[in-house]
Structure formats: C-alpha cells, structure tokens
C-alpha cells in the first residue's frame, strides 16, 4: 500500500502543474 500512497502524491503533484500550467498542454 505504500507503493499506492507514493503514486497517489505522484498523480496529485501532476493535476497541480497542469493546473498551475495549463499552457504547456
């Protein structure tokens, strides 16, 4: 389950720079 926690830190930080920067996609 740890595994699970690091990838879901990992897809929140991602949805976070989209959101921040949209421009770039």
Do not use: G, N, Q, T
């Amino acid at each position: 389950m740890f595994s699970l926690l690091i990838l879901s830190i990992l897809v929140f930080f991602y949805i976070v720079y989209v959101l921040i920067y949209p421009e770039k996609f």
